[in-house]
């Protein structure tokens, strides 16, 4: 994967993160839409973990599950594990056994920071000349 197929799947994985949380399904067939035709499944796997890792540990995202108790405002519970302990665990569950999709693919999402989704806002009017003559802030 060169350096604009990464950084398109980042800005394309924050812009969707504005609309709802991300699994680790969605972000695999990113990852592997991309790199899969060129390369095995394992080069895949390892870009979509080191993308995971740097979109949670730049602080855009966070890992968790969805929440479907109204009392939760955000409607995501966070895991509340160090970072490096939660791919651990996203590793073992889809790398070591990924024949396994229903074991892996929703077992966890990232949801959007407040950091993310000013960014995300940013790359998302990046094109939009209108956009950069109203904001001046």
Request: glycine share 6%.
């Amino acid at each position: 994967m060169n350096a604009s197929e990464h950084d398109q799947v980042r800005d394309n994985l924050l812009i969707e993160g504005l609309v709802d949380a991300i699994s680790l399904g969605e972000v695999h067939t990113a990852m592997a839409a991309i790199h899969t035709l060129k390369h095995p499944l394992h080069d895949a796997q390892e870009l979509t973990l080191n993308m995971i890792r740097e979109l949670v540990g730049e602080g855009l995202f966070v890992l968790g599950v969805p929440c479907s108790e109204k009392k939760n405002p955000t409607r995501f519970i966070p895991w509340a594990m160090p970072l490096d302990a939660a791919m651990a665990r996203i590793e073992d569950a889809y790398v070591k056994h990924f024949d396994d999709r229903w074991g892996w693919t929703t077992m966890v999402w990232m949801n959007q920071t407040q950091k993310g989704k000013e960014l995300a806002e940013k790359l998302y009017h990046a094109d939009d000349p209108k956009d950069t003559e109203n904001h001046s802030h």
